[in-house]
């Protein structure tokens, strides 16, 4: 099975990581675990007493991966986390979190055991109120530090400081910790100093754990705001990108910000997006020196919505008929597992392949087609979500995932298990996230399994004209099956009506051209 895995600690390897607060200290990481009391069950690691949870030992992939990534023993995220700790929490029932002091998604009570419904809507269906309350909630994550997570900003050869005892790990908002972890999951693999890095790796693109890696980055940054805004049915909206045309409806002042009426690549000064700046910008620095992107904030928003004249391709949003012929696609992902897969959902919905499942390299389609759109920081992968639309974006992205997964209902034996790109194969713990969590536990449907579920209405297959011309041949076989009906009944009921008459005449008159009559003067 998938959870086959190796615990071998990884050599040579140069790109740094997050984890909570707790346990970045230097004899957490000497010892390599993670494994905290919950608030208020002080020398309870885990709440194991409380049956909370348990500390265990990381179950890490060691199954091929594909042959896009040819340097073996480089980077620390291959058999994540094991360069990092070996050992976590493994929470029991509805409990989750890094301690296990968390309740699971859609999950509140001090036990754990109240249901708490959250739905996901179109954004543009919300209320002014609730469209006001969504992007305060977006401006006050940006500017909430996270409460129990830090990031690296060193190597981790360099971890520990100059000192040998000061670890190298910096506060982050909760909005930019989203930020980052998408960063960290598509960076280089630095190779040392004077040599380029290699990009030809990615832990959360082309390949199958790009609907599965999406979905939990989506899951614990609605956990995060959550917590942060003490509501447990808080729901992260969607954007419905499959309208066609070349205009950004949700690129308002009320919702994600118009465009400046100075700057066309700008954002209105009447949003609160125009106040943001990015992080993770620096990326020639990143790649040349091996430093790592931290929490500094740079340049604001950029955003063109359809605006890139040198690609008119981009210049359109998907049709609702693209999202229809997607969810039509019936295999879940083919080898070689990567961005030249054909008929393949997951590389048809990430847009790699046109909308029916034919990989054609000109094409960029659904997810890929709405980045690009936004023509700016959205259609830059290394910077995309320091564009609040990422969400949305991401949002609509993973309900269709769901309602692919609702339709077809895949077993998860359909998800690759070896060969698939470094980071994609099913057992994987998902690049950068902690605790670990597999890209096989995200591929299930979840309303059912994960907590929340999409208040959404899904456009209709088109008819080929295979099937337009068989049902013109049945309506018109039913149509004469009418007439021919309608027919024989008047035929028969004008018979019937003579029928009726004869015998009255029969039984009290003569006919006129009896024989026997005779003419009466």
Avoid at 26 to 40: A, H, K, N, V
Wanted: include cysteine; charge should be negative; aromatic fraction near 10%.
């Amino acid at each position: 099975m998938w959870r086959s895995c190796c615990l071998v600690l990884v050599c040579a390897v140069l790109v740094s990581a997050q984890f909570p607060r707790e346990c970045v200290t230097p004899e957490g990481l000497r010892t390599g675990q993670c494994c905290p009391s919950p608030s208020g069950l002080p020398a309870d690691p885990c709440g194991s007493s409380a049956g909370r949870g348990q500390c265990v030992s990381v179950a890490a992939d060691a199954r091929p991966h594909g042959p896009q990534y040819p340097h073996d023993g480089r980077d620390d995220r291959e058999q994540w986390p094991v360069r990092y700790f070996n050992r976590t929490c493994r929470c029991n029932g509805n409990f989750s979190g890094y301690n296990c002091g968390r309740c699971r998604h859609a999950w509140t009570g001090a036990s754990c055991d109240q249901r708490v419904p959250v739905v996901r809507r179109n954004v543009m269906q919300l209320s002014a109120d609730e469209k006001r309350a969504f992007v305060s909630a977006l401006d006050q994550a940006k500017r909430t530090v996270h409460p129990d997570l830090v990031i690296a900003t060193r190597r981790y050869t360099e971890i520990f400081g100059p000192d040998g005892n000061t670890v190298q790990f910096d506060n982050v908002t909760i909005y930019n910790y989203f930020v980052w972890t998408h960063y960290f999951s598509v960076s280089k693999t630095f190779l040392g100093a004077g040599q380029p890095s290699f990009g030809g790796v990615d832990f959360s693109h082309e390949g199958p754990g790009f609907v599965t890696w999406h979905r939990f980055h989506l899951l614990q940054l609605e956990r995060d705001m959550q917590d942060m805004l003490q509501d447990p049915s808080f729901a992260l909206p969607y954007w419905n990108f499959a309208i066609g045309g070349s205009t950004c409806d949700i690129c308002t002042d009320d919702l994600m910000g118009a465009r400046s009426n100075f700057d066309m690549n700008s954002l209105s000064s009447n949003s609160l997006f125009a106040q943001w700046r990015v992080i993770c910008e620096s990326v020639e620095d990143y790649d040349t020196l091996g430093t790592i992107c931290n929490s500094t904030e740079t340049s604001p928003i950029r955003r063109n919505p359809a605006g890139n004249v040198n690609r008119p391709m981009v210049q359109r949003l998907p049709e609702p008929q693209d999202v229809a012929d997607c969810l039509q696609v019936n295999t879940f992902d083919t080898p070689p597992y990567y961005s030249t897969s054909s008929e393949s959902f997951r590389n048809t919905i990430e847009g790699y392949s046109a909308p029916k499942g034919n990989y054609d390299p000109v094409v960029r389609s659904l997810h890929n087609l709405a980045h690009l759109f936004l023509n700016g920081t959205g259609g830059q992968t290394h910077l995309s979500p320091n564009d609040p639309i990422f969400v949305l974006l991401h949002t609509y992205t993973d309900a269709i995932f769901d309602e692919w997964l609702r339709r077809h209902g895949p077993d998860s034996t359909l998800y690759p298990e070896e060969n698939a790109p470094i980071g994609h194969n099913r057992g994987f713990n998902m690049v950068p996230f902690w605790p670990p969590v597999t890209n096989a536990e995200m591929f299930v449907t979840a309303p059912e399994n994960l907590g929340y579920s999409y208040e959404a209405e899904w456009p209709g297959q088109a008819l080929t004209m295979t099937e337009i011309i068989t049902i013109a041949i049945v309506a018109a076989l039913m149509l004469v099956a009418v007439i021919f009906a309608a027919t024989t009944c008047a035929v028969r009921a004008r018979s019937h009506k003579m029928e009726g008459h004869q015998p009255l005449l029969g039984d009290h008159y003569q006919r006129y051209d009896d024989a026997k009559s005779q003419s009466v003067v």
